[in-house]
């Protein structure tokens, strides 16, 4: 049996997850946004409400992660804005340190 030489194996196509991350401090947001892209998450982040509901709305996303500074009231914003572009997208609202980051936004995408 002749094997053909030509013939390309195919190849998986991973698609990263993407992440938007909304924070209250830059210094913050980066160390969060670092993690995620070692863990192999894409991700953007922003520091203002407007221009992450901007972002929400124009582009596919598949979390929201919302840090533990970010005040009440742009939570729920948050919420609600990605709640009236896909009720399935997932909003991971983290409160802590980031040793527990990775496995919030993991189990979240799984549910």
């Given at each position: 049996m002749e094997?053909?030489?030509?013939?390309?194996?195919?190849?998986?196509i991973s698609v990263k997850k993407h992440i938007v991350v909304y924070g209250k401090y830059d210094y913050i947001l980066k160390n969060v946004q670092d993690l995620l892209d070692k863990a192999n998450f894409a991700n953007t982040g922003f520091t203002s409400l407007p221009e992450a509901s901007d972002y929400l709305r124009q582009n596919p996303v598949d979390a929201v992660f919302i840090g533990g500074g970010v005040d009440p009231q742009d939570r729920q914003t948050l919420r609600e804005i990605a709640a009236s572009l896909n009720k399935d997208l997932k909003i991971v609202e983290h409160y802590g340190g980031p040793a527990t980051i990775i496995k919030e936004v993991t189990d979240a995408l799984a549910k």
């Open positions: 094997e053909n030489l030509n013939e390309i194996p195919a190849q998986e």
